[in-house]
């Protein structure tokens, strides 16, 4: 571990109890874990708070630190497959690195070291409506959670979890197997405790020694105004349980936001369209026209064109964490009638001769009745 002393590092006073020294870690861990603090030192003040942690939480290597300090911590290690001293780590030496090749592969890592919990996903269906506006929800699903009879030991309540009688908490055991390269020490996972370096002797009734059960868990949910569909929203700390005091993972909401019979939506502004006829858009005119917000008059000025756009200011989508609220663009369609009374048609004749335009009227019923000759 570095030489900075742990009990500054934890926050702890040097006659600080188990419980204390294990409350801060965990206080600490879950404020500098890399997965939760993206600042580019809280990897290297994580592994600090695990150095020390591991360093008070074992009653022989608090003891050393107390008694000589840091260089009480290396007392005794020799070099790996080196002629290491006495009650230090032996590893294989110049075999130890064929290891990596032949049935090791990756560095070892402390098997009671904190990790954060799986993160899960959520579907949440929304209305068009709803992802405008957001709302309140509580949902419901499914999670890993520590087990409150035991705390999250697996060991039955009094009694505790020990460490394992065989790879003596290193999760780990070293094999001799035969290679083409000749008899090879590699490490494998300790059978009896799993790799967790701890041995539950008597394990809790409810969870059985995992240390966790699955439970349903209920959360209520604030849908941010202005979602659109799949967006996802990150609530932390609220997927599975962690190992080791680790915090919990993570839960991501994914929206699913239905579409609109009336309205289209980018980002923040709303799209509509609306019908008029000729005479309005000719003299002009004051419609009513409906948005999310309720129903608006929009005034259509004379000699208004088909496809013609009109914005609405305000009133269409907010904009996601901002106070911001987008607009609603209208689209006008001119709609030609298709039938007319007779006094329509002799107006419309007099309103084209009035503008020089003379028009041969061709019936529908003329085409209708060519259609039906050429089918007889």
Same mark, same amino acid.
């Given at each position: ?218 959360? $209520?949910? %604030? !849908? +941010?105004? @202005?979602?659109?569909? #799949?967006?996802?929203? /990150? &609530?932390? *700390?609220? =997927? ?56 608006? $008059?929009? %005034? !259509? +000025?004379? @000699?208004?064109?088909? #496809?013609?756009?009109? /914005? &609405?200011? *305000?009133? =269409? ?60």
């Amino acid at each position: 571990m570095a030489d900075r002393d742990p009990y500054e590092t934890l926050g702890v006073d040097k006659n600080a109890s188990e419980d204390e020294i294990k409350k801060a870690f965990r206080t600490l861990s879950k404020k500098y874990h890399p997965d939760i603090n993206k600042a580019p030192d809280a990897e290297e003040k994580f592994k600090e708070i695990n150095d020390a942690y591991e360093t008070l939480k074992d009653p022989q290597k608090r003891a050393a630190y107390d008694q000589y300090g840091s260089a009480g911590m290396n007392q005794g290690q020799g070099f790996g497959g080196f002629g290491g001293g006495a009650g230090g780590e032996q590893f294989g030496g110049f075999e130890d690195i064929f290891s990596q090749f032949f049935g090791g592969g990756t560095a070892r890592q402390s098997p009671n070291a904190p990790r954060q919990g799986s993160d899960l996903q959520y579907r949440m269906d929304l209305t068009f409506e709803e992802g405008v506006f957001g709302k309140k929800s509580d949902i419901s699903y499914d999670r890993e959670e520590l087990c409150k009879t035991c705390d999250g030991s697996g060991a039955k309540p009094g009694t505790h979890p020990e460490t394992c009688s065989k790879c003596h908490g290193s999760g780990y055991v070293e094999v001799d197997r035969q290679t083409p390269l000749g008899r090879m020490r590699t490490r494998v996972v300790c059978d009896v405790c799993g790799g967790t370096g701890k041995e539950i002797k008597e394990k809790c009734n409810i969870c059985h020694g995992k240390g966790k059960v699955n439970e349903k868990h209920t959360l $209520k949910v %604030t !849908v +941010p105004a @202005g979602v659109e569909d #799949g967006q996802q929203m /990150r &609530l932390d *700390g609220q =997927g599975e349980a962690g190992e080791n005091g680790g915090p919990y993972g993570d839960l991501y909401i994914v929206f699913h936001v239905a579409a609109s019979k009336e309205f289209q939506r980018d980002g923040s502004t709303i799209y509509s369209s609306v019908n008029i006829s000729f005479p309005q858009a000719a003299l002009g005119d004051e419609i009513q026209v409906n948005t999310v917000h309720g129903a608006v $008059k929009l %005034t !259509v +000025p004379s @000699g208004t064109q088909t #496809g013609t756009s009109f /914005r &609405l200011r *305000g009133k =269409g989508a907010p904009v996601l964490n901002s106070k911001n609220i987008g607009d609603q663009k209208v689209t006008v369609n001119i709609v030609t009638p298709r039938k007319m009374s007779g006094e329509q048609r002799e107006a419309l004749k007099k309103f084209a001769e009035a503008g020089g335009n003379k028009v041969k009227e061709k019936d529908s019923n003329f085409f209708n009745k060519i259609k039906d000759a050429f089918n007889g």
